[in-house]
């Protein structure tokens, strides 16, 4: 169960500062969509402030591997918002599994939500988090899978300075429903904050042309950005399942932090 007001105590060694977690039921154009937030706790008695971090998901929500990645994150001196992905195709608190079953629902999911509504849950978030005592004022985006592709989309948002794309699925394709030019490779120009993207190279998901179709592009468009790639499967930064890769799982968490500490550090 999720606790709206808990606070976890990490003891790896390479986590900062303890957490706290709550949860924020934010209105968007196409519904309420729950926001799993999770920051350092505050020791001072006035409240510090901290940059923003929009993490999107797999496409099964915030299960327990995301939860952890989100406050690894936080941990680091950052405000985490885990958006349900989903919002208005299942009912509030849904958290598919990482089986057949939670695999066919979020993929028919992702076939079924229009590309515009993960713009408008943008917005939206955006403007909850410019609302809040502890946002210092920057803000970037970061997720895994469909994630990573969410958060590339929440990069042509202005407000955001970092964006960490991880294995971003459907770059290249047209699985998404989206209107013409609307494609976010279409709308690379948008992009103004600097880009992280991480790759494996043993994705069966994303293949080597795909690939490189995205870097072709994104250098065309000049944008800024790093792009690493390796040897590394799918899902590789999820810590259940036989793909996890904890070595370069790390590697990547260093990448991204490297990326927001200089990004959102003004």
């Known amino acids: 169960m999720f606790d709206h007001n808990s606070t976890d105590n990490f003891e790896r060694n390479h986590l900062a500062m303890n957490v706290q977690s709550h949860i924020a039921d934010i209105t968007t154009p196409t519904g309420v969509m729950r926001t799993y937030i999770h920051r350092p706790t505050n020791e001072a008695p006035s409240e510090k402030k901290y940059p923003a971090i929009l993490f999107y998901s797999e496409i099964f929500q915030q ?100 964006t960490a794309c991880f294995y971003a699925t459907d770059l290249h394709t047209q699985i998404i429903p989206n209107k013409t030019g609307q494609h976010s490779m279409d709308r690379l120009s948008d992009i103004r904050g600097e880009m992280l993207m991480v790759w494996g190279k043993q994705d069966s998901h994303i293949s080597t042309a795909g690939r490189m179709e995205v870097y072709k592009k994104m250098t065309d468009t000049n944008l800024t950005f790093t792009w690493h790639e390796f040897n590394a499967q799918h899902a590789f930064m999820r810590d259940e399942g036989e793909r996890y890769d904890p070595q370069t799982a790390m590697l990547g968490y260093q990448l991204a932090l490297n990326l927001f500490s200089r990004t959102l550090s003004q």
């Open 63 to 162: 299960t327990g591997p995301i939860e952890r990645a989100a406050k690894i994150m936080a941990s680091h001196g950052y405000a985490v918002l885990v958006p349900e992905v989903f919002h208005e195709l299942n009912p509030i608190g849904t958290v598919l599994g990482y089986d057949d079953a939670g695999r066919d629902k979020g993929n028919a999911d992702k076939a079924a939500k229009d590309v515009q509504g993960y713009d408008t849950d943008n917005g939206a978030m955006i403007a909850f988090v410019k609302q809040q005592a502890w946002y210092n004022g920057n803000i970037g985006a970061m997720g895994f899978c469909i994630g990573g592709h969410l958060a590339f989309r929440a990069a042509l948002q202005p407000d955001i300075k970092g």
